[in-house]
Nanobody, 123 residues
Framework: VQLQAFGGGLVQAGGSLRLSCAAS????????MGWFRQAPGKEREFVAT????????YYADSVKGRFTISRDNAKNTVYLQMNSLEPEDTAVYYC?????????????????WGQGTLVTVSS
C-alpha cells in the first residue's frame, strides 16, 4: 500500500505546478483524498480535499481560488493544480487517503500518507 506524490519543483512567483499522487497496492476509489503541506519550521496544514466521487471539494482559505484538486479513479490518481503560486506556498506537499468517503480537512481522518514532494516558489 503506497501513495507517491510527485510533480514538485522550483517555480517563480505567479507560476504554476501540477502535483500528482499515484496509489499502488490498493485502490482508493472509495476514499476521500487530501493534500497537506508542511513548510520549514511549521506544522503540517490542510490544503485541499476531495470526496470519493469527486463531487465535493474543500480548500484552505489561503489557497482558495488558486488551487484545484481533482481525481481520476480509473487511474487511482489525485491531482493538485496550483496556479498563481506565492513564496508562502513553499513547502513539502503530501497526499493522503482518508478513512471516510466524504471530503474532510481533519488530519486525524487520514489513514494513509504518501511521501512528500517539495515545492519551492521563488520571489
Amino acid at each position: 500500500v503506497q501513495l507517491q506524490a510527485f510533480g514538485g519543483g522550483l517555480v517563480q512567483a505567479g507560476g504554476s505546478l501540477r502535483l500528482s499522487c499515484a496509489a499502488s497496492g490498493r485502490t482508493y476509489i472509495n476514499n476521500a483524498m487530501g493534500w497537506f503541506r508542511q513548510a520549514p519550521g511549521k506544522e503540517r496544514e490542510f490544503v485541499a480535499t476531495i470526496s470519493w466521487n469527486g463531487v465535493n471539494t474543500y480548500y484552505a482559505d489561503s489557497v482558495k481560488g488558486r488551487f484545484t484538486i481533482s481525481r481520476d479513479n480509473a487511474k487511482n490518481t489525485v491531482y493538485l493544480q496550483m496556479n498563481s503560486l506565492e513564496p508562502e506556498d513553499t513547502a513539502v506537499y503530501y497526499c493522503a487517503a482518508a478513512r471516510v468517503s466524504g471530503a474532510t480537512s481533519s488530519t486525524g481522518m487520514y489513514a494513509y500518507w504518501g511521501q512528500g514532494t517539495l515545492v519551492t516558489v521563488s520571489s
